[in-house]
C-alpha cells in the first residue's frame, strides 16, 4: 500500500500569513493526488485535484504543486474562513489512502 | 445540484450486520465512480470501497471479505452491505461521488453513522 506522509500535523497562523501543508508518498503516484478541506462536523470538500488543479469554486488563494514524490498545498493569504483540517489523498492505485491530516488554527 | 444522501446507520451489535444507502441526484449516475469513504470519531478519512459505473469493485484491505458494494444504475442508488461488523468499524460513513474519470473526490453526502458496540 502506498502511505502518504503529511507535515505539519497542526500549524497556527495569523491571517494574510502564508501557509504550506506537505505530503509525501512513499512510492511515485505519478501527479495523482487531491487536496480537501474538512470543517469539523461537515463533509470534506476538494480543493485540489491532480497535483496542482484548482476545484471549481475554490478560491485562486490555495494551490497545489508538486516535486517528485513531495506534494504541497499553499494557502497565499490565510482567512478565517480557512480554519479546518486539511487531508492529502492518493488515487495512483488501489488501495487509495489519505495522509493523516493537517489541522490550520487561526492565532 | 449533485445530491448525495445516505441512510442506514445504526447501532448495532459486534458481528451484525447492517446495509447502507445512497440515493444520488443531479448528474448521470452511470457515468461515475462512487465510493464509500469512513471516518471514525476524531480520526482523519479512511476509504473503504469504490465502485465503478459498469460495476467493478474494490475495498480497503480492512473491509475485503466483510463489506459488499453494489449500485443500481436505475435507481441512482448505491449501497454498502457490511457483515461481521467489528468495533472498529465505528464511523460516520459517507458516500462520495468520483471526479469524471478519476478516483478523486468530488462530491460527498452528509454521512450516516454506524456504531459497532455492545
Known amino acids: 500500500d502506498i502511505q502518504m506522509t503529511q507535515s505539519p500535523s497542526s500549524v497556527s497562523a495569523s491571517v494574510g500569513d502564508r ?44 494551490s497545489g504543486s508538486k516535486s517528485g514524490t513531495d506534494f504541497t498545498l499553499t494557502i497565499s493569504s490565510l482567512q478565517p474562513e480557512d ?13 487509495l489512502t489519505f495522509g493523516g491530516g493537517t489541522k490550520v488554527e487561526i492565532k | ?15 451484525g ?17 462512487m465510493n464509500w469513504v469512513r471516518q471514525a470519531p476524531g480520526e482523519g478519512l479512511d476509504w473503504v470501497s469504490g465502485i465503478t459505473g459498469s460495476g467493478d469493485t474494490f475495498y480497503a484491505d480492512s473491509v475485503k471479505g466483510r463489506f459488499t458494494i453494489s449500485r443500481d444504475n436505475s435507481r441512482n442508488t448505491v ?5 461481521s ?13 468520483s471526479l469524471s474519470s478519476t478516483w478523486q473526490f468530488d462530491s460527498w453526502g452528509q454521512g450516516t453513522l454506524v456504531t459497532a458496540s455492545s
Not at chain 1, 83 to 95: G, M
Not at chain 2, 79 to 83: K, P, V, Y
Request: proline share 5%.
Open chain 1, 19 to 62: 501557509v504550506t501543508i506537505t505530503c509525501r508518498a512513499s512510492q511515485d503516484i505519478s501527479s495523482w493526488l487531491a487536496w480537501y478541506q474538512q470543517i469539523p462536523g461537515k463533509a470534506p470538500k476538494l480543493l485540489i485535484y491532480t497535483a496542482s488543479n484548482l476545484q471549481s469554486g475554490v478560491p485562486s488563494r490555495f
Open chain 1, 83 to 95: 480554519s479546518a483540517i486539511y487531508y492529502c489523498q492518493q488515487v495512483n492505485s488501489f488501495p
Open chain 2, 1 to 15: 445540484e449533485v445530491q448525495l444522501v445516505e441512510s442506514g446507520g445504526a447501532l448495532v451489535q459486534p458481528g
Open chain 2, 17 to 33: 450486520s447492517l446495509r447502507l444507502s445512497c440515493v444520488v441526484s443531479g448528474f448521470t449516475f452511470s457515468t461515475y465512480a
Open chain 2, 79 to 83: 449501497w454498502l452491505q457490511m457483515n
Open chain 2, 85 to 97: 461488523l467489528r468495533a472498529e468499524d465505528t464511523a460516520v460513513y459517507y458516500c462520495v461521488k
